[in-house]
């Protein structure tokens, strides 16, 4: 384990006085050492706070303390924004007139990478000091000397303390998870709880493993420290299939709370359950995760499909998640030769969003000015997506990487994008001979617009999407928020048929909306209008009026208003808000029902 600061972000600390650029006998050399170990000792705090913070998930869940795992959710999100403040003005009083240097920064880069080669989260702190940099110099494009485009490390540092694993073997699958179980009395799983989670678990295992006609040792490796999200925890391991390729099989327990009990509720054995547990549609893990690179492996070999991108995304490091995506792009670039283009969908009217048909990624740029009828500034749009970062994504919510001053190679532009951005967002985007460079952009995992689905899915496919559709619109309802806008052009399906919400320009609070009934006309004319007949203030929404402005072809309304009648009404969206009111909070399961395991019957 790496050794951590015995103190917080939140504690007033002592730190020893650094030499300033005005002492004239301070060399280039000093300096650069001076500033590396001042951003060594900030990464060294961030990542004792992150942890501090990350640790509370274990109590906040045996407490089933709900409010205060939502609210330390939101605090981590903050954590390294606030140290990456304070490294910065540190080393603005450190380094003064010569802040951008070029010569110190370039040994600063040296020597701290010396400073944290031994650490067990190096390639946290590679990032770390890329926002050193970035913030200083607003760097456009990447810069190798002074930043670490690519790692240091061609392999990670041997780890200190063992594997992030267990590895566990048994003469049956039942005495495997009785053993797993047995292991983790933090949990504080009653004895009548595991055994019969470790009969119904076992079972299902056995049932699995037959399948696959290969007689595998009953065995599996499990991460040592549990994940928590909302009102669940999970044990994450895998089995060895024993098959000539070394597959490994997943295999998570779910536990969650019932009837004031804590069971073990479900069980994950396919690759595209776990997928959708890590999901891009969720909100981050909370994982004490001492050796993330080992971690990400481990997480990697039992989801070999999802890039080491989003894995540490969805483990909470979503900065250097973002430092992987860039690295990935890069390689991606290279070995490709296609162009950006404009997405596929209807233009938006609040971003420009183009896409490389190749990549499965797509940037979003906000206009400088929305096309009417939507009224927005650049501030309420940024916020916004804010407030999805921060907000329970309940597997319905693209996760929306922000960037900035990004530059991309001129010549893979196509030319009809390139004269969109120049005249939609021309204060995002400037273009020079070999650059386009753009100031501020969101990246968001491409799926396919609910309206371009429905007209090419065949006929069981689009009726499916369509009760999802519904269905998203709910789960993102009880989590308190409102999508503003219900047309099926700012949803998507996703490669595993899932319908997930990504145009967030409107979303707010559904707290803070006024759900009407419609009022009678006056008379014929006023029905006929084309202005509404009664008067409509900011947050008000007449739920009757959705169904007229959806698009869906006649069989597929009918199956809406079959399904989701409910949500064409006030008291629906109503009696949701008093629940949210009252305090109450839902988490939407990320596992289908076919995943849980037969209930458990207290005695």
């Known amino acids: 384990m790496s050794a951590t600061p015995p103190h917080s972000q939140s504690q007033v600390t002592w730190r020893p ?42 109590g906040r869940f045996r407490q089933q303390d709900w409010q205060g795992m939502a609210a330390d959710a939101k605090e981590r999100l903050s954590v390294r924004a606030q140290s990456v403040d304070e490294m910065v003005a540190q080393i603005r009083d450190l380094l003064g007139s010569r802040l951008d240097d070029r010569i110190v920064w370039v040994g600063a880069k040296a020597v701290y990478s010396g400073l944290i080669d031994r650490r067990d989260d190096w390639e946290l702190g590679e990032t770390f000091f890329n926002s050193a940099t970035r913030k200083i110099f607003t760097t456009v494009g990447v810069d190798a000397e002074i930043e670490f485009v690519h790692s240091d490390h061609a392999d990670p540092p041997k780890p200190a303390d063992g594997d992030v694993f267990r590895r566990y073997g048994a003469e049956t699958w039942i005495e495997l998870i009785e053993r797993i179980l047995d292991d983790h009395p933090e949990l504080e799983l009653s004895a009548e709880v595991r055994h019969h989670g470790a009969v119904a678990a076992g079972m299902r295992i056995a049932a699995h493993m037959a399948d696959f006609k290969i007689q595998a040792p009953v065995s599996a490796d499990v991460v040592s420290e549990l994940f928590f999200r909302g009102e ?72 070999p499909h999802k890039s080491r991108a989003e894995i540490y995304i969805s483990t909470g490091f979503h900065k250097h998640g ?3 995506l860039y690295r990935h792009a890069l390689r991606h670039r290279a070995a490709s030769a296609d162009l950006y283009q404009q997405a596929e969908g209807a233009r938006g009217l609040v971003m420009v969003v183009f896409t490389m048909p190749s990549y499965p990624v797509v940037f979003k740029v906000i206009k400088d000015a929305c096309e009417y009828p939507k009224q927005c500034t650049r501030r309420e749009v940024i916020d916004r997506y804010r407030l999805v970062f921060e907000h329970d994504r309940a597997g319905r919510l693209i996760d929306a990487q922000e960037y900035e001053y990004l530059a991309l190679d001129r010549r893979r532009f196509a030319s009809e994008l390139l004269d969109e951005l ?18 501020h952009c969101y990246a968001e995992r491409r799926v396919t617009p609910l309206d371009v689905y429905v007209r090419r899915a065949d006929p069981v496919a689009a009726q499916a999407a369509v009760v999802d559709y519904g269905q998203a619109i709910k789960d993102l309802a009880v989590t308190n928020l409102f999508p503003g806008d219900l047309l099926l052009k700012n949803f998507g399906v ?13 979303v707010l609070l559904l707290t803070k909306c006024r759900f009407y009934t419609l009022p009678e006309p006056l008379d014929d004319a006023a029905e006929t209008a084309a202005e509404p007949w009664f008067g409509v203030s900011d947050n008000d929404v007449y739920p009757e009026e959705f169904i007229h402005f959806l698009g869906l072809r006649p069989e597929l309304r009918d199956l809406f208003c079959q399904r989701h009648g409910d949500l064409l009404g006030a008291e629906y969206w109503r009696s949701i808000q008093r629940r949210l009111q009252q305090g109450e909070l839902f988490h939407v399961p990320p596992y289908a029902e076919g995943n849980r395991l037969p209930p458990y019957m207290a005695s």
């Open 494 to 506: 996703t490669r595993q048929g899932r319908v997930v919400f990504y145009d967030y320009d409107e």
């Open 17 to 58: 006085s650094l030499p300033t650029v005005e002492d004239a006998s301070v060399s280039t050399s000093r300096l650069a050492k001076e500033t590396a170990r001042v951003i060594a000792d900030e990464f060294a705090a961030y990542r004792h706070a992150f942890r501090a913070v990350t640790q509370r998930a274990l």
């Open 322 to 324: 973002k430092t992987e």
């Open 232 to 303: 669940r925890a999970y044990l994450v391991g895998r089995i060895p299939l024993a098959d000539p390729a070394g597959t490994w099989l997943p295999a998570v327990l779910c536990f969650h709370h019932a009837d004031g009990e804590l069971i073990v509720d479900a069980i994950l054995l396919t690759e595209a359950d776990v997928r959708l547990l890590f999901s891009y549609t969720r909100s981050y893990f909370h994982v004490d995760a001492q050796r993330p690179h080992d971690l990400v492996q481990f997480l990697k070999s039992i989801m």
């Open 422 to 439: 120049l005249v939609a967002a021309a204060n995002s985007v400037s273009v020079d001979a070999n650059r386009v460079v753009i100031k």
